[in-house]
């Protein structure tokens, strides 16, 4: 079983700054991860896929990277909405089973 | 546009059934997978279960292995799950969601969810 270990648990920032959330796996995953936002009181979002893959409507702002076991999420200039907490998800070669990271809240 | 509206959570017994309910719309449900994900109360994302865009194929987290059953019905546009013998650990909050047509990647259209509570 693969599994997904997301640095730091928290991260305090203000708005303007940029965001660098990190995605470990305990195994390679090649490029077969996701990121998702989620806001209190919502479902998630998907942001992007394949590692660094903008999801339909995603704002430029986001970006992903990496590939094999490590992973970074970045979110330059933080707008108000970005304030969220994010998830990663990697799938199973095969049969299709996923898995996702504990999260990082970001926070003002 | 696409839309995904679950239903049929509530409060059940340990020990209980529910069925979980998802109407698809604004997309051609035929042809994709679909997915359960459950998010417990302030915990984070747990996938449950996929289904192959024929019903064919089936995939369960282990925990749920054997007491609860995914399913569609294409007439109907709908994505189930049916809960058997639930447990209080299976509180929480089921999202259905359509994965990504290719090669099955991600989670890119997701409902609102519905809240399942497992007490006595």
């Known amino acids: 079983e693969i599994v997904l270990t997301q640095s730091p648990a928290t991260l305090s920032l203000s708005p303007g700054e940029r965001a660098t959330l990190s995605c470990r796996a305990s195994?390679?995953?090649?490029?077969?991860l996701a990121w998702y936002q989620q806001k209190p009181g919502q479902a998630p979002r998907l942001l992007i896929y394949d590692a660094s893959n903008r999801a339909t409507g995603i704002p430029a702002r986001f970006s992903g990277s990496g590939s094999g076991t490590d992973f970074t999420l970045t979110i330059s200039n933080l707008e108000p909405e970005d304030f969220a907490v994010y998830y990663c998800q990697q799938r199973n070669n095969w049969p299709p089973l996923f898995t996702f990271g504990p999260g990082t809240k970001v926070d003002i | 546009e696409v839309q995904l509206v679950e239903s049929g959570g509530g409060l059940v017994q340990p020990g209980g059934s529910l069925r979980l309910s998802c109407e698809a719309s604004?997309?051609?449900?035929?042809?994709?997978?679909m997915t359960w994900v459950r998010q417990a109360p302030g915990k984070g994302l747990e996938w449950v279960a996929n289904i192959k865009h024929d019903g064919n194929e089936k995939y369960y987290l282990d925990s749920v292995k054997g007491r609860f059953a995914i399913s569609r019905d294409h007439a109907k546009i709908s994505l189930y799950l049916q809960m058997n013998s639930l447990r209080a650990e299976d509180t929480a909050i089921y999202y259905c969601a359509r994965v990504m047509s290719g090669e099955l990647l991600a989670f890119d259209y997701w409902g609102q969810g519905t809240l399942v509570t497992v007490s006595s």
């Open positions: 195994q390679s995953v090649s490029s077969s």
């Open positions: 604004g997309f051609t449900f035929s042809n994709y997978w």
